[in-house]
């Protein structure tokens, strides 16, 4: 059984940094990518940040040159780093693992979410 968990979310007032950790356990062959996602209360979960396997990045408009999203130092696991941080960021963060094999097959996977608040 594939999880993903996710740590170091919290409350961390504007123009603050945090960083976001997820690591996957399980049997796993192979990860095509590891994003994060973010859901606001009231609106839709929207992508913030892409890695694939070839190590290729995308990001949300919203937060170019403010987050940075890379791999983590254990295997299957990344980091997901965020300064000049804004009220907007506010949300829930969830970290997914798309194309995962395993013994299972292909499939995607989703953290439980942790929750990031920036005060004004």
């Known amino acids: 059984q594939v999880q993903l968990v996710e740590s170091g979310g919290g409350l961390v007032q504007a123009g603050g940094s945090l960083r976001l950790s997820c690591a996957a356990s399980g049997s796993i062959y192979s990860i095509g990518a590891m994003a994060w996602y973010r859901q606001a209360p009231g609106s839709q979960r929207e992508l913030v940040a892409i890695?694939?396997?070839?190590?290729?990045?995308n990001y949300a408009d919203s937060v170019k040159g403010r987050f940075t999203i890379s791999r983590g130092s254990a295997k299957n696991s990344v980091y997901l780093q965020m300064i000049s941080l804004k009220p907007e960021d506010t949300a829930v963060y969830y970290c997914?693992?798309?194309?995962?094999?395993?013994?299972?097959?292909?499939?995607?996977?989703w953290g439980q979410g942790t929750q990031v608040t920036v005060s004004s």
């Open positions: 997914n693992a798309e194309r995962v094999l395993s013994p299972r097959g292909v499939g995607a996977y």
């Open positions: 890695l694939s396997s070839s190590g290729s990045t």
